[in-house]
């Protein structure tokens, strides 16, 4: 096997990452030397959907959103994992089905036990 043709396979990653870079990097610096710098009471103060702001934004609030939100994340990459598997099932054979059933299995598990400690449960405590 010729490693330069493997090299050479991913040259449009490495010119697409360069490529990708360069435009943050030089966006962000044009952006700092080209925006106008005019501070004042009014740009600083908070804005959220045109309506005035109501008390302190540091309130604490409910762990609960929290915890929704990386249940979310954490169910969503499973996803994400059975995207390629599903695009390759046929390749894959038995072996593949068997991990992924294991896979799955995993999942439900880790499922099981976050609906076990009530962490789903909206309710009044």
Same mark, same amino acid.
């Given at each position: #096997?010729?490693?330069?043709?493997?090299? #050479?396979?991913?040259? $449009?990653?490495?010119?697409?990452?360069?490529?990708? %870079?360069?435009?943050?990097?030089?966006? #962000? !610096?044009?952006?700092?030397?080209?925006?106008?710098? +005019?501070?004042?009471?009014?740009?600083?103060?908070?804005?959220?959907? %045109?309506? $005035?702001?109501?008390?302190?934004?540091?309130?604490?609030?409910?762990?609960?959103? /929290? @915890?929704?939100?990386? @249940?979310? !994340?954490?169910?969503?990459?499973?996803?994400?994992?059975?995207? $390629?598997?599903? !695009?390759? /099932? +046929?390749?894959?054979?038995?072996? %593949?089905?068997?991990?992924?059933?294991?896979?799955?299995? !995993? #999942?439900?598990?880790?499922?099981?036990?976050?609906?076990?400690? %009530?962490?789903?449960?909206?309710?009044?405590?």
């Amino acid at each position: #096997m010729d490693t330069t043709s493997n090299t #050479m396979e991913y040259l $449009p990653i490495a010119i697409t990452a360069i490529v990708a %870079g360069g435009f943050v990097t030089l966006t #962000m !610096v044009a952006s700092h030397f080209v925006i106008p710098k +005019r501070k004042s009471a009014l740009k600083y103060e908070v804005f959220e959907c %045109g309506i $005035p702001s109501q008390g302190n934004a540091r309130s604490p609030f409910s762990i609960k959103y /929290f @915890l929704a939100a990386i @249940l979310f !994340v954490l169910f969503d990459v499973e996803v994400i994992f059975m995207y $390629p598997w599903a !695009v390759d /099932f +046929r390749h894959l054979g038995t072996t %593949g089905f068997i991990e992924m059933i294991s896979y799955m299995a !995993v #999942m439900l598990l880790g499922f099981a036990y976050v609906i076990q400690k %009530g962490a789903l449960n909206w309710g009044k405590e």
